[in-house]
């Protein structure tokens, strides 16, 4: 589910951050809490370890070791990289977003061009509307293992009322390797054929009106399929994930508080049982981590990603609402409360 | 309010911009004071204790304390995560502002195709401004809280005169789970389609037009609720806002001018009572968090936030300007002045 | 004035580069002399001032300060948000450019799509050109402090042509508070409607044409306003002028060459009196903060700010050249030179 | 092949990253183990040399020339040029892939538009199809190797149905030094203006709709040929390569681990055999220079290339499969499942 | 003349990478060599000099310079002035190669709608492409200085066969003290209009798609008149390339190894007569910043320039191409390969 935190944060007062630092979900607490958690007692752990169990001699090891990781954490080119991959992601995530199908705009062109009041304009006009959101169904289960779940096979997207039986044999009967997300978009198109011929829509420029959104409606869908298949390449994936990972094993060691007396670079002028400033930089490199890995396929389980369910029944509703509409008286014209007014 | 200051930069000279910082709304000045002076009430204190209250004993902990913090609050990540933030929010907020619809395009289209000097054409171009504007106040009241604050209830609208009570009833008797915001559209094709069977409107080709800029201003708007709907991840604003936080709650204790003996990292050359580079570094990191948490929800209080209150009269008034003007007299053409010239 | 550079840098030589640095409008130059002037004597002062004036223990507390200033300018994160801050400026700049009017379409449509000879012809395919010129006038004396000073009243504009005295009283009638931007427009499409009616334009799918012309040059110019009226939010700005300008402050100290005995992160290996190279640090920095200085607002005084006097004169004649043209006689068609040619 | 791998991070768990680590194909793994295995043999010879081989005063010879490989590695500005010169990369990578063309588009239109059930609809239908199809062959073939180890000369391209010989006969009697992609266009344009004539098409607005797609089909795949014809600079591609290159060339020597007697910078805590750290650096700077060299041609062999013959395929056989659909008997219309509810 | 590599990286092993290496035209190599050279002479002068010549007091002096410029050459920000530099260069660089006109679009429009097979016809079909081709010499001219060398005056457009010499005295009788850069633009649209007369194009609609795609071409080249009109900053560049100047000229002095007795700064472990290092640095900040400098200005001399004359070249011939090709005998419908499968 979206977090939406909008409101929250509509004035920059200070009050409002803080707030926001207090939810829950989808928060930085929740992305992390659990990995900081395994960090914390492995370092502890190690910590207890080094003041409890080791002798002098090994104390001295763990001292070496410690200074080397220390110091050669440097090494890994954390921020940039990280920087430079959440962008990346971000932007994507965004244009993603954007391909998600919306149907209103095909929902008021069919009303407004394809007339008539009898029971087949009415039959044509909702069609076209289930079609439309059976192609977004069809896609959104392909990418979204949550939209998968919910229709785990072809006759639960009959069960769910977006495909008749006639069309499930129909789409059956196509041969086709590759996938069939163009039948639904076809049929409409032959719909609109057919309400052409009927008289029901009264011209050409119409019937390319209404094409034209269908096109940019499934152009968007196979989009999203392309985002999808070609995802940002995985090296740059593993690159990241592993750097930021490693970074923090490392530290693991190279955080502990040792006695600094045989090395000066990690002699800390207190001794510290919780690593405070540690488990800061933790919180952020792996939040702002998180964010990558959130966003990095929007369709899945995360607090963050996309409510994709709740779009395919939003857009049956309201597509269903705006067509039918379509038949409803027309209010008459008065008025308005400027009307006398130069200017309102 | 937007805050305007273009005219004062209209040269890069210097005077120019000393002025820019005399301002006082929407400045940094204003961002930063409050948490500003709540820092050094703070620092002052801690450095009160430490020159007053400790003993040596006490002082050698609290500089042990000061060398800590001062030497690892270089593990945030600042600068970096505030950069790409800051261009995230910059670069969404003006996606955000060019998504609030103006009613111009409209209403031209509207008196040059709506034809007719009688009531009924009037009333028909008024209304299809009235309905655009209608449905820009309620997409705002979604999401603006000032906006909300003008519109609190759907009477609120009524009384403003951008709904007629029969509107309102047609409204409700709607069932629908999700917003109507298609309603008003579907109003203004509805006037449409019939100012075309009356025969103000000639041609498909002008019907089809103006759909054309009701969809462009409809999509606008639709994209402006995802943008709220869907925000930056709240992760992110966490973990930023978190690390600039954190870094100058450390800073407090780590930017205490003590006594260096001890640790030559944090020995001043000289012993100020006042933290004057801390402060401009405060003034600096703090200000370019301000434009992020203004920017994030450019929809409310601040200073710097859209005007979208105005944004509503403005297009109310210009709307009406527009399609009433095109009842006037058309202007008689002339020669101009440049009419026997070659080269003007 | 538009500073034009590129033939200069037609090849990547070393001279072509070196010649680049001999100019002086618009150069970095002429942008950082008086600054780097001031701080210079500045500099020197303070220079004096130490060698000359201070006894032994007043040099130690100079030397104290220097070195304080010296070690934490470093607090200040110059270069990244100078860097951040001038690709935001740099971009706002060039899509303010691309909204700047061009009638060569318009022009070019009306003179394809305006048929007839006579003198209303003439006179219809002028006044558009005009109206469009008008309104580009109109919004940019808005913006422009050059263009206003050109255009104090709107009787400037009458005088220079651009508007009849019958406009003028039309416009005057028409009761707005907000700008009346849409008159020329609305103007316009009045004189093509008229045309249509007239049989000079011989179909509606040309009068769509041209509309569709106007709107786009009314459209980019509505969005230049909105770039004036929303600028990048005040803070930023002031974030970024004080941070470049408190550097250098800081560095006017920091930066002195004094006795480093006490000090070692000061002892510079020579004692120059001259600060080569902080001033050319002064130089880059400065000069970096003057792209974005100047480019704030392009529609200023500066050296690169855009001509807006010449293209409103520029787009005045080319569009009368090419709407008159349209009367001109036909050029007979002939075959060229590689009509026989297989391959030209 | 592309490496999909979305499924696996559809939730931000760390199991799920886990396993994305596993992965070999496309891995950061497979791109870096054989450089890596050079590069630890190369390491091991010069530490074996030194520990074993060298006298005492060829190992001082030795350290020195270590801790001048270890100091002035800093130098190269790896990290800055390789972000800056992968985001161009990535996001040149997108823009091709944006513009492999997807036959779905057309072949819904011409479906839609061209009618006719007898033979020579079909053909035509058909023919616009493989004339498409064709041009993204030939297109491809000039750009990536694999597709033109599959159609090697104009012959294989007949061979695998794409052209008819009557085409090829066609295409050879063209004099022309340049391509002739334009042909296939052309073709697919003459057989819509038979089908006009013929009364297959109805209207002149159907004719410039499929215009229109076949339009955008052409010119992504000329931009296409754009992205190949006039890539990065070689300049920067280069200086990006010699740098990582020889930052770890120069690692080789400079992170040996050695007697640090001499010279403090190079002192390591502890003496391993086993690089650890700069192994981990390796491996994330090469992975990331990676990411750019696979995506710089991404019409390749590498695994995360383009699959162009698959899209080759795919469009044959999808763009047929839509245009014989439209023959097929049109669906009767049925009531949904939600006709009588008021909510779905 | 472009640089075409992508074949070499169609895989990313290391041999690939490797042959790229050896590359000379547009390479990195070609960049430096010049510049690389200048710099080690001076250095080597100036080595000589401290090693040879000078007494041990001015050897001092020498160390002194040396430490005092290896020091303080960090306040030199070149990094990220590069990085965001290079950035912005790159994207405009693409921007304009995305300007240049390609007649292909045109030229199939005009083959479809302009019918006819009669002289007449040709010669308007042929009239069109070579406007079209003559605006684009007319653009590029003026902004190219291999362009201007190949037509040096309007005379040697006639020679070239752009222009008849009935159309030079025509555009010379236009008094316009601005580009005349619309007059082929007018006479095409006039030479359609002449064609939609006579019958040769049979709808109003072709003429618009026509007149569409004319536009199209006109606007991208009237936009590359203004990349080159308003080209980036002149201060920026100039900050940009005096600071990797003024680098590399304190460099001169800095890196010289001397003796480090004195400052333990410039300690050199060991005694290098060729500063392989900063050779190396050299190489990658300025080949860096040659990137910059070939594209700033892509239409002139440089290996990586677009190469404009053979644009011309090439549009002619393929436009002259496409639009006979018109005339044509259609090709016979055939059935596919695949016409009886099921799945091609």
């Given at each position: 589910?979206?977090i939406?935190?909008?409101?929250?944060?509509?004035?920059?007062?200070?009050?409002?951050?803080?707030?926001?630092l207090?939810r829950w979900r989808g928060s930085i607490w929740k992305s992390v809490y659990r990995e900081l958690g395994s960090w914390?007692?492995?370092?502890?752990?190690?910590?207890?370890?080094?003041?409890?169990?080791?002798?002098?001699?090994?104390?001295?090891?763990?001292?070496?070791?410690?200074?080397?990781?220390?110091?050669?954490?440097?090494?890994?080119?954390l921020t940039?990289m990280l920087g430079?991959y959440v962008s990346l992601v971000v932007?994507?995530w965004?244009?993603?977003?954007?391909?998600?199908?919306?149907?209103?705009?095909?929902?008021?062109?069919?009303?407004?061009?394809?007339?008539?009041?009898?029971?087949?304009?009415?039959?044509?006009?909702?069609?076209?509307?289930?079609?439309?959101?059976?192609?977004?169904?069809?896609?959104?289960?392909?990418?979204?293992?949550?939209?998968?779940?919910?229709?785990?096979?072809?006759?639960?997207?009959?069960?769910?009322?977006?495909?008749?039986?006639?069309?499930?044999?129909?789409?059956?009967?196509?041969?086709?390797?590759?996938?069939?997300?163009?039948?639904?978009?076809?049929?409409?198109?032959?719909?609109?054929?057919?309400?052409?011929?009927?008289?029901?829509?009264?011209?050409?420029?119409?019937?390319?009106?209404?094409?034209?959104?269908?096109?940019?409606?499934?152009?968007?869908?196979?989009?999203?399929?392309?985002?999808?298949?070609?995802?940002?390449?995985?090296?740059?994936t593993?690159?990241v994930f592993l750097a930021v990972r490693?970074y923090f094993?490392?530290?693991?060691?190279?955080?502990?508080?040792?006695?600094?007396?045989?090395?000066?670079?990690?002699?800390?002028?207190?001794?510290?049982?919780?690593?405070?400033?540690?488990i800061l930089q933790f919180v952020f490199f792996l939040g702002w981590m998180k964010v990558a890995e959130a966003l990095v396929n929007p369709?899945g389980d995360d607090d963050d990603d996309?409510?994709?369910?709740?779009?395919?029944?939003?857009?049956?509703?309201?597509?269903?609402?705006?067509?039918?509409?379509?038949?409803?008286?027309?209010?008459?014209?008065?008025?308005?409360?400027?009307?006398?007014?130069?200017?309102?």
């Amino acid at each position: 589910m979206t977090i939406t935190y909008t409101l929250d944060v509509s004035s920059a007062k200070f009050s409002c951050f803080a707030r926001l630092l207090m939810r829950w979900r989808g928060s930085i607490w929740k992305s992390v809490y659990r990995e900081l958690g395994s960090w914390l007692i492995v370092y502890s752990l190690l910590s207890a370890l080094y003041r409890m169990l080791l002798n002098k001699q090994q104390k001295h090891v763990f001292e070496d070791v410690v200074a080397f990781c220390y110091v050669y954490s440097d090494f890994i080119p954390l921020t940039f990289m990280l920087g430079f991959y959440v962008s990346l992601v971000v932007s994507r995530w965004w244009e993603m977003f954007n391909c998600l199908g919306w149907i209103d705009n095909i929902a008021l062109y069919v009303a407004a061009y394809l007339h008539g009041t009898d029971e087949w304009s009415k039959m044509a006009r909702r069609s076209i509307v289930r079609h439309m959101v059976l192609l977004e169904a069809m896609t959104l289960r392909d990418i979204s293992p949550v939209v998968r779940r919910r229709f785990p096979t072809e006759e639960s997207l009959q069960a769910a009322g977006l495909i008749t039986a006639t069309e499930v044999k129909a789409m059956k009967e196509i041969v086709s390797p590759n996938g069939k997300f163009w039948t639904p978009v076809q049929w409409s198109m032959s719909v609109i054929r057919q309400a052409r011929q009927r008289g029901n829509i009264t011209s050409e420029r119409a019937v390319k009106e209404i094409y034209d959104r269908l096109r940019e409606y499934r152009t968007a869908l196979g989009m999203l399929q392309c985002y999808d298949w070609v995802p940002i390449p995985l090296v740059y994936t593993q690159v990241v994930f592993l750097a930021v990972r490693s970074y923090f094993v490392i530290a693991l060691i190279g955080r502990q508080y040792v006695d600094g007396e045989r090395h000066s670079v990690i002699r800390s002028p207190i001794d510290l049982y919780i690593p405070i400033l540690s488990i800061l930089q933790f919180v952020f490199f792996l939040g702002w981590m998180k964010v990558a890995e959130a966003l990095v396929n929007p369709h899945g389980d995360d607090d963050d990603d996309f409510e994709c369910n709740y779009l395919i029944d939003r857009n049956l509703q309201i597509g269903f609402s705006i067509v039918d509409g379509a038949c409803n008286q027309e209010l008459p014209l008065e008025k308005d409360a400027f009307w006398s007014d130069q200017v309102p």
